[in-house]
């Protein structure tokens, strides 16, 4: 019998049939809304509180603190409980009261500080006190580990090694980063596609990092090309991706399929597959879906 931490991962990859714009192109969606904390998050956070453990880096009594915009923080708040482990999770003020509401549902205690670089000030002076530990996605490796060892492979095996651009929101940047090395060993032709928000625009789970607050784990070389995509091309085609495909999904999500889209339309032929990081029931109170 399975327990909850063993269904994270193994997400379906489904095609996008109805808004894909070239017939000589399939896309698909890898759908992480489907793991039990409902985003890819799950896998990142289960591979830091594990590594971490086995390393001996945290140790019963500690206390783990993580800034995060959301599906991080609810990820590590669901792994912290099982493993016995308090957690503080720091998250901008703007964020949708679901995620606190499921952030303290498993057990996490919450604070809301503005912005996300705020945020991470908060978490990184307090990892650095007795008993605390900070998980730091932003520049541990195990974050992109952990694509390494699942979703790559994953992708990998469902589309019988027959991907050719693979197209991913960019925040931590830990997804795009471990995919980009798993299927960089496995073709160097793949073409690794990661989005970010326009100039002014606000993409929850997409970041335009100020330098210095770029994630230590990112890696310019193993990303062939970045599209900028906008707030209200994101908006747009989350929203299509519901009426239109049924796949029901957050605004980074449409973001990253928004991408996937613009390159299908460049291309003769080619296999895509895009992280659908998340669920749209997430975004309920905010006004993406109104």
Known sequence: MAGIIDIIGNTPLVEIQKLNP???????????????????????????????????????????????SGNTGIALAMIARLFNLEIELVMPSNSTRERTLTMEAYGAKVTLLEGIELCRDYAEEKGATEGYFLLNQFANPDNYMAHVKTTGPEIWRDTEGKITHFVSAMGTTGTIMGCSRYFKDKNKDIQIVGCQPTEGSSIPGIRRWPEAYLPKIFDASRVDRVMDISEAEATQMARQMAKVEGIFAGMSSGGALAGAIKLAAELKEGVIVFICCDRGDRYLSSDLFG
């Open 22 to 68: 070239n017939p000589n192109v399939k896309i698909y969606a890898k759908l992480e809304g489907n793991n039990p904390g409902g985003s890819v998050k799950d896998r990142a956070a289960l591979n830091m509180i594990r590594s971490a453990i086995e390393r001996g880096d945290i140790k019963p009594g500690t206390k783990l603190v993580e800034a995060t």
